[in-house]
Each structure stands twice: as structure tokens, then as C-alpha cells.
Nanobody, 121 residues
């Protein structure tokens, strides 16, 4: 059972990135998926999540209107499209799978290794 987060990189303010969270060893269809991020010296924070049952999407206020979470069950992958990126979005981004869509870190059972996003000019 493994989650692989990818798609991070260096981007200028105002730019875009699409993060991917691919699963192996299990089917993402049955899991809620959350994205979290951790900036240097800060605690890990919840960014977004999508439910497994009805596809409802949730976002932290700071990314609403800029980030979009989606899932492609055929590819066993969840995406986080990030637009209008700001320097304060700089962090390591993690995806996680759990039984319910929630901002609670401990509710997630499986975690990816993280992908670095750096927003800088």
C-alpha cells in the first residue's frame, strides 16, 4: 500500500502547478483523499480534501478559488491543481488517504512522501 505524491517544483508567483497523488496496492475510489502542507518551521496544515462517496470537495480558506482537488478513479490518482500561487504557498505537500474527508491529520491512514512546492521570483 503506497501513495506517491509528485508534481512539485519551483514556480514564480502567479504561476500554476498540478500535484498528483497516485496509489499502488489499493484502490483510491474507496478512500477520502486529503492534501496537507508543511512549511519550514511550521506545523503540517490541512489544505483540501475530497470525499469518496459523493466527491464533495473542501478547502482551507487561504486556497479557495485558487486550488482545485479532483480525482480520476480510472487512473487511481487524485490531483491538486494550484493556480495563482503565492510565496506563502511554499511548503512540502503531502497527500493522504482515509475513511472520511476531514481536516484532522490523525484521521488519515496512509501518507505519501511529500513533494516540494516553492513559489519564488
Amino acid at each position: 500500500v503506497q501513495l506517491q505524491a509528485s508534481g512539485g517544483g519551483l514556480v514564480q508567483p502567479g504561476g500554476s502547478l498540478r500535484l498528483s497523488c497516485a496509489a499502488s496496492g489499493f484502490t483510491l475510489d474507496y478512500y477520502a483523499i486529503g492534501w496537507f502542507r508543511q512549511a519550514p518551521g511550521k506545523e503540517r496544515e490541512w489544505v483540501s480534501c475530497i470525499s469518496s462517496s459523493d466527491g464533495r470537495r473542501y478547502y482551507v480558506d487561504s486556497v479557495k478559488g485558487r486550488f482545485t482537488i479532483s480525482r480520476d478513479n480510472a487512473k487511481n490518482t487524485v490531483y491538486l491543481q494550484m493556480n495563482s500561487l503565492k510565496p506563502e504557498d511554499t511548503a512540502v505537500y503531502y497527500c493522504a488517504a482515509g475513511s472520511r474527508a476531514t481536516l484532522i491529520i490523525d484521521a488519515y491512514d496512509y501518507w505519501g512522501q511529500g513533494t516540494q512546492v516553492t513559489v519564488s521570483s
